[in-house]
């Protein structure tokens, strides 16, 4: 049935802002742009993170936090949630150490979306 992750998408109300916030926590432009709709490709298997204007979601300006709760893999969970802490976003989950070396945290990104992160070994051996 399922075959992988295709697209995480979030929402935002401000897309220009959510832009800028996203282009500098990843380091790059997304590569798909439209009106109302960005994307960009992530990681080694090139997963894509989209960002849709609120607008197009209905009721997704009543939820707080909203989106869905997605984790994304890093090897440095401490370090990540700090970055992202430092660049506005305000804590959801702790640091929470799940099993040996498996570790989550998740934090809400200034839209109001929440941002998983995770180390966890068997994704790791999966390279």
Known sequence: MLQGMATSNFQA????A???WYTDVFGIEPYFVRDGYLEWRLGRDQ?????IDARFVPGAQERTPGGQ????SVTDVEG??????ARGATPYEPITQREEDFVTAAVIDPFGN???????PHWQEAL
Not at 69 to 72: A, L, P
Not at 80 to 85: D, T
């Open 80 to 85: 990540v949630h700090a970055e992202l802490l």
């Open 13 to 16: 109300a401000d897309l220009s």
């Open 18 to 20: 959510a832009r800028t």
């Open 114 to 120: 929440v941002l998983g992160i995770m180390r966890n």
């Open 69 to 72: 709760f997605v984790y994304w």
């Open 47 to 51: 997963d894509e993170f989209g960002i």
